[in-house]
């Protein structure tokens, strides 16, 4: 869970080459065999117990590193402009658009967890994103952006102008908005990576791109994995809370205030955008954590339960009987935890 770096863009071309397994002892003599690299701006770590006897361990590397190369530059990232998401961003207005399948599952995911959260999670918040300076546009800096600048952003903004026709694998815009998908592509490739894995038929894993997590099986000598969750300040990574994924086969993900942020006049603006008001979020829930089936799932209702603010979020959890770990900035410094009974049973090894 525990995020190493901060949102970078940078070419990950150059490391592909000397991308390889490197093996540890997990506990019981036994080996992991662990491979990291960058992809989607951040770190990706993949942990596996049992590599698989079809597959040797370079063929198995470079699959790995092909894959999250195409999901990222390929498909998802906004920050290279030949990718599908850029060409569709920079397609006409009205244009039908030819999308792969897996442009379409995410936008589907994204239009489903829309609807679910009354508009407070919305890939079509790019325009926003980019204007308070999270995006990949260069010079546009991190600073309070005018309200009529907000109000021109917020013009752009709106799921209903994103139609999706998965018979025809065809998306078009109405408008001319601008998609970003980086709340949920990185769960995406996890889960994609977990299907990969899957497939060659590895039964024991732990998969992490960003601190968005999926974990299988359980690691040697042990009844399952034992991610953290990290503390929600930005002075480096310290553990807040360990648990337990108990065996089970589970996704992770949260988001957080403190990692990708500015303050201006003693307030924080960080890159969760309310996108009915056009502003990052104010309120004192500073992480929240999500288990859920899917990591793409759980990636984005994370940052949706971080858009929507304590209340609402925990309302929210608790009509999908969700498994979730709120942080709380306390009005004495501290924090205070909110945390879901179904999440409660990950808190305890018996
Ligand atoms: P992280 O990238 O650290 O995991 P998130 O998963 O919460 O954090 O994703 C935050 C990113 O999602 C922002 O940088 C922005 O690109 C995008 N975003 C911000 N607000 C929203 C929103 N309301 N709905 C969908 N995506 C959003
Ligand atoms: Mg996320």
Do not use: C
């Not at 990718?83 to 792969?100: D, K, M, Q, T, Y």
């Not at 042990?222 to 969750?229: E, F, L, M, R, Y």
């Not at 829930?285 to 990636?299: E, K, P, Q």
């Amino acid at each position: 869970m525990i995020e190493l770096l901060k949102r970078h863009s940078f070419s990950a071309t150059f490391l592909v080459l000397f991308l390889s397994f490197v093996f540890f002892f997990g506990g019981d003599g036994e080996e992991i065999q662990q491979l990291n690299g960058f992809t989607m701006g951040t770190s990706y770590q993949v942990q596996i117990v049992d590599m698989p006897d079809a597959i040797s361990a370079e063929d198995l590397a470079a699959d790995i590193s092909d894959l999250l190369g195409e999901l990222d530059t390929g498909i998802f990232s906004t920050y290279a402009s030949n990718s599908e998401l850029s060409r569709f961003n920079r397609h006409g207005v009205n244009v039908p658009f030819i999308a792969s399948s897996r442009m379409i599952e995410v936008l589907l995911l994204a239009q489903e967890v829309a609807a679910l959260s009354g508009g407070a999670f919305d890939v079509t918040v790019g325009p926003l994103v980019n204007l308070w300076g999270f995006g990949p546009d260069l010079g546009v800096f991190e600073t309070v952006p005018r309200q009529s600048q907000i109000d021109t952003a917020l013009n752009r903004v709106g799921f209903q102008y994103l139609r999706i026709s998965p018979s025809s694998q065809e998306i078009r815009k109405t408008r001319d908005i601008y998609v970003d998908l980086s709340a949920i592509a990185k769960g995406y490739a996890v889960d994609q990576l977990a299907e990969y894995l899957d497939g060659v038929g590895v039964d024991n894993y732990f998969l992490e791109i960003g601190g968005e997590l999926k974990i299988k099986g359980s690691k040697p000598g042990a009844d399952g994995w034992v991610p953290a969750i990290e503390t929600p300040l930005d002075e480096g990574s310290q553990v807040y809370q360990i648990f337990y994924s108990r065996g089970d086969n589970i996704a992770v993900a949260g988001s957080g205030d403190y990692r990708n942020y500015f303050e201006e006049d003693g307030q924080r603006y960080s890159h969760e955008i309310d996108p009915r008001n056009g502003r990052p979020v104010t309120h004192r829930l500073a992480a929240a954590y999500v288990i859920d089936d899917s990591v793409a799932r759980a990636d984005a209702l994370a940052t949706t339960y971080m858009v929507l603010g304590p209340e609402a979020a925990a309302a929210l959890a608790e009509r999908q009987n969700q498994a979730v770990y709120f942080i709380y900035k306390s009005e004495s410094d501290g924090f205070e935890d909110f945390i879901s009974d179904e999440f409660e049973y990950y808190l305890g090894n018996n």
